[in-house]
């Protein structure tokens, strides 16, 4: 049997990792002077609330060596191998201590960059977990893993570009351009990075054009899975998107929450949709 372990930032929710018998292993937000685990300590309503209390920024930290190495061991008591599967090293360096983890293990944990954020890092683990029940091979599961990385997109708009300025995910230049004239970017995770992925003017149209991207997704790959994502107080524009794709063909995977790592760099008002084939 093969366990998998991943992060916190794959934003799957206690229940989910429980039902799918994944380990999440938290990363941290240090926020009012304080180190809290995502997810277990802060949410993105703590995290918004204190900013506009005049919190100053705050910022994120990878999980230890050592902290993974004790998840690894009790995963080991009752699992042949593990599979430990993480945010892109683009954007953090979780995935690094993983690695430098796994080298105690004698080769019974394989790491692996999921080469994406939030729930595409959970759809992820979620298929990998599926593979596991079903008795597949590490090998198998990798390379079924590869493949959706290469095909899966995800596509978000925020509020402000102003939280991915401040966290040193995108340049100022571009956080200013995004303030102008009410345009709303359009952004993807591509190769691991965030990336500009189009703009529009105005709330409606950018969300109207994340819709499109999910149709024409369909058209191109055929049977696909979706999962829809925001901040807090987004779910009214994620059931109009639902509604909008209603009838495209798609496996629904309900809606996430981004957790407090993901909404300390993307900022409130954030959502989007994560797509993969379903096989």
């Known amino acids: ?143 079924a893993l590869e493949q959706v990385q290469r095909n899966a997109a995800i596509r978000f708009t925020v509020d402000t570009l102003d939280f991915l300025r401040m966290n040193g995910r995108i340049g100022g230049a571009a956080a200013l351009l995004g303030g102008l004239l009410n345009i709303k970017p359009i952004l993807a995770v591509r190769g691991g990075k965030v990336e500009a992925a189009g703009r529009a003017r105005g709330a409606r149209k950018a969300q109207a054009e994340i819709v499109q991207f999910a149709r024409d997704y369909v058209a191109h790959n055929g049977p696909t899975r979706v999962c829809f994502m925001c901040t807090d107080g987004g779910e009214a524009t994620l059931e109009e998107m639902r509604a909008a794709l209603r009838g495209s063909g798609m496996e629904d995977f309900g809606n996430h929450k981004f957790g407090a790592v993901i909404a300390t760099h993307a900022g409130p008002g954030t959502y989007g949709l994560v797509l993969e084939p379903q096989n």
């Open 1 to 143: 049997m093969i366990a998998i372990v991943t992060d916190s930032t794959s934003d799957l929710t206690p229940e989910e990792q429980q039902h799918y018998f994944v380990v999440s292993v938290p990363l941290y937000v240090l926020f009012g002077g304080e180190m809290h685990r995502d997810g277990l300590d802060i949410t993105p309503t703590d995290l918004f609330k204190g900013l506009r209390e005049g919190k100053k920024t705050p910022s994120t930290s990878q999980p230890s060596p050592a902290e993974f190495a004790r998840v690894y061991s009790a995963a080991l008591e009752t699992a042949d191998e593990v599979l430990s599967l993480h945010i892109s090293g683009q954007l953090s360096g979780t995935v690094g201590s993983a690695r430098l983890a796994a080298q105690d293990f004698g080769g019974r944990v394989t790491v692996m960059d999921s080469q994406t954020v939030t729930m595409g890092l959970g759809m992820q683990a979620v298929r990998a977990a599926h593979m596991s029940k079903a008795g597949r091979s590490m090998a198998e599961t990798v390379a």
